[in-house]
């Protein structure tokens, strides 16, 4: 018995025991995931800032913070593209909520909108990525999910109409309750905004949202240094990183200053109407208190601040 | 009674009508119907529209004669260059459009006559219903006389373009009229080539289902 046990036990020539063997490809295993581990770190240095790994949430920081973040971004994207934005904070308005409203009776789905918004918001230009789909629909029919978005001829269409779909701002966002780190909230005059510097790409937000109006940026977004939109916003169309979550915010950099959004400046139809939804002589309360107005998805209670009508 | 007839009896009665048919009946207009005739139609100041059209006032109505100066720039010809001198005919445009001239005018607006909406005396200037002269940059009081749903909703924002502010507080805004979208002689809104179409993930698995679909079939 004893005998046995010893002859088990002894280490063979030339070889190595098996405690020594499972320490040593513990050891390895140990290193290789902690190399995997600290990737992050060692990939962050050859393209991030000390300071842009430790900034904090955009509501924590200071206003002397935040204008040095801004200050360090718009520095950056003069080093990346030699292109001198300027990058500013637009805060809400007191006693402004936004309201849109779109008419489909006149909507002919000529795309102007989305080409609006992709030049605007400096979108992925591959991609041709936009904060609007417009959805060629059935008429007789909401169902979204047989809109097309990849018409191409001629249009309207006889048989067809048009909807574009974007963010519908909604008072109770299901893309905002769902995202773990808080990256995403809605603000007092209505936008749900996106701080891409705390967003980790989970993409929860894009599958909460029904009405597919959330974009994620696969790649770094591309746009030619000429084609530069420098008038941006740091919740708005500032240069987007890799690997974050973006989206409409009713063009936030010009509708806090007053101005118009993109698309509705670029529609020739007329067929949108936007404004303030707590002024009783805006164009916006018109429509809801004179058009048959209606919301994407009722039932689904994400209280939406677009609306959309037919003329009769 | 032939259908010709007719049409001219028609119009011949509007115009009548129209010029409180002192021609005919030797009667003395009396003095509101004067000025109603003489002095243009302006819109008064409360009723116009929301913000002033952005098109320069003042310009006089030409028609295209196709050719080019050595600016390059398209030489037009003033209406009242020829419409000063001829005989106007009240028939144009309610079985064809003017061949001199007129060429390449496609006209197909609920089949009026060309004097129902120009002044048969005065070529620089529109035509309302009831015989007032108009300038051609307030031509939106022109449509508005028988588009009255785009009018109320033209007044209220919600129909035509603009550009600008959406608080007026803060700038200016600037908005289509009516002739800016519509042409006025067939003002049905044209076929539109759509610019681009999203090329993403959704976008593509669309195409590949629609593929999918019609292999199937």
């Known amino acids: 018995?004893?005998?046995?046990?010893?002859?088990?036990?002894?280490?063979?020539?030339?070889?190595?025991?098996?405690?020594?063997?499972?320490?040593?490809?513990?050891?390895?295993?140990?290193?290789?995931?902690?190399?995997?581990?600290?990737?992050?770190?060692?990939?962050?240095?050859?393209?991030?800032?000390?300071?842009?790994?430790?900034?904090?949430?955009?509501?924590?920081?200071?206003?002397?913070?935040?204008?040095?973040?801004?200050?360090?971004?718009?520095?950056?994207?003069?080093?990346?593209?030699?292109?001198?934005?300027?990058?500013?904070?637009?805060?809400?308005?007191?006693?402004?909520?936004?309201?849109?409203?779109?008419?489909?009776?006149?909507?002919?789905?000529?795309?102007?909108?989305?080409?609006?918004?992709?030049?605007?918001?400096?979108?992925?230009?591959?991609?041709?990525?936009?904060?609007?789909?417009?959805?060629?629909?059935?008429?007789?029919?909401?169902?979204?999910?047989?809109?097309?978005?990849?018409?191409?001829?001629?249009?309207?269409?006889?048989?067809?109409?048009?909807?574009?779909?974007?963010?519908?701002?909604?008072?109770?966002?299901?893309?905002?309750?769902?995202?773990?780190?808080?990256?995403?909230?809605?603000?007092?005059?209505?936008?749900?905004?996106?701080?891409?510097?705390?967003?980790?790409?989970?993409?929860?937000?894009?599958?909460?949202?029904?009405?597919?109006?959330?974009?994620?940026?696969?790649?770094?977004?591309?746009?030619?240094?000429?084609?530069?939109?420098?008038?941006?916003?740091?919740?708005?169309?500032?240069?987007?990183?890799?690997?974050?979550?973006?989206?409409?915010?009713?063009?936030?950099?010009?509708?806090?200053?007053?101005?118009?959004?993109?698309?509705?400046?670029?529609?020739?139809?007329?067929?949108?109407?936007?404004?303030?939804?707590?002024?009783p002589e805006s164009e916006i309360r018109w429509v809801l208190k004179n058009k048959r107005v209606f919301v994407l998805k009722e039932d689904v209670g994400t209280q939406p601040s677009f609306f959309y009508f037919f003329d009769e | 009674m032939t259908p010709r007839a007719a049409t001219t009896l028609i119009i011949l009665g509007f115009t009548l009508t129209a010029t409180g048919g002192q021609w005919l009946l030797g009667a003395r207009p009396t003095n509101t119907e004067a000025t109603s005739a003489e002095k243009p139609f302006r819109t008064p100041a409360a009723t116009r529209s929301v913000v002033p059209p952005h098109r320069p006032e003042g310009t006089r109505p030409s028609v295209a004669t196709g050719l080019v100066n050595h600016h390059g720039e398209a030489v037009g010809v003033a209406c009242m260059t020829c419409h000063t001198t001829r005989e106007p005919n009240r028939e144009n445009g309610l079985n064809a459009v003017p061949r001199e001239f007129h060429q390449g005018l496609v006209y197909a607006h609920a089949g009026q006559s060309c004097l129902s909406c120009h002044h048969a005396e005065d070529y620089d200037s529109l035509r309302l219903a009831d015989g007032r002269k108009l300038a051609f940059d307030e031509a939106q009081n022109l449509c508005a006389q028988c588009h009255g749903p785009q009018t109320r909703d033209y007044l209220n924002g919600s129909h035509g373009g603009m550009k600008g502010y959406w608080d007026k507080t803060k700038g200016e805004r600037t908005r289509n009229t009516c002739t800016d979208c519509h042409d006025p002689h067939a003002p049905a809104y044209p076929a539109w080539t759509p610019v681009f179409p999203p090329r993403d993930a959704a976008a593509r698995q669309q195409a590949e289902r629609e593929a999918r679909h019609q292999d199937n079939h």
């Open chain 1, 1 to 279: 018995m004893i005998e046995t046990s010893e002859q088990t036990n002894a280490p063979e020539a030339g070889g190595m025991d098996r405690r020594t063997a499972l320490k040593v490809l513990g050891a390895t295993l140990g290193a290789a995931a902690f190399s995997q581990a600290i990737a992050p770190l060692t990939e962050w240095a050859e393209n991030m800032s000390l300071d842009e790994y430790l900034q904090k949430h955009y509501r924590e920081l200071s206003p002397v913070d935040l204008a040095m973040v801004m200050a360090r971004m718009e520095k950056q994207t003069k080093e990346q593209t030699g292109v001198d934005v300027h990058i500013q904070d637009y805060r809400p308005q007191p006693g402004v909520k936004f309201g849109y409203a779109l008419n489909l009776s006149v909507c002919v789905g000529c795309r102007r909108c989305a080409k609006a918004c992709h030049i605007e918001n400096n979108h992925d230009r591959p991609s041709g990525n936009s904060y609007i789909r417009v959805l060629e629909m059935e008429k007789g029919s909401l169902d979204l999910a047989k809109g097309r978005v990849n018409y191409d001829h001629p249009v309207p269409h006889p048989d067809k109409f048009y909807m574009p779909v974007q963010c519908q701002q909604c008072d109770k966002p299901p893309c905002v309750s769902v995202c773990p780190v808080e990256a995403t909230w809605k603000e007092s005059d209505g936008i749900v905004v996106v701080d891409y510097n705390w967003c980790i790409g989970c993409r929860y937000c894009e599958a909460a949202c029904p009405y597919h109006a959330r974009r994620f940026n696969w790649t770094k977004p591309q746009v030619p240094a000429a084609e530069i939109n420098p008038d941006q916003g740091y919740l708005s169309n500032r240069l987007r990183p890799q690997g974050v979550m973006e989206k409409c915010t009713f063009c936030l950099h010009r509708s806090r200053q007053g101005k118009l959004p993109a698309c509705l400046e670029a529609c020739p139809t007329g067929a949108r109407v936007f404004g303030n939804l707590l002024d």
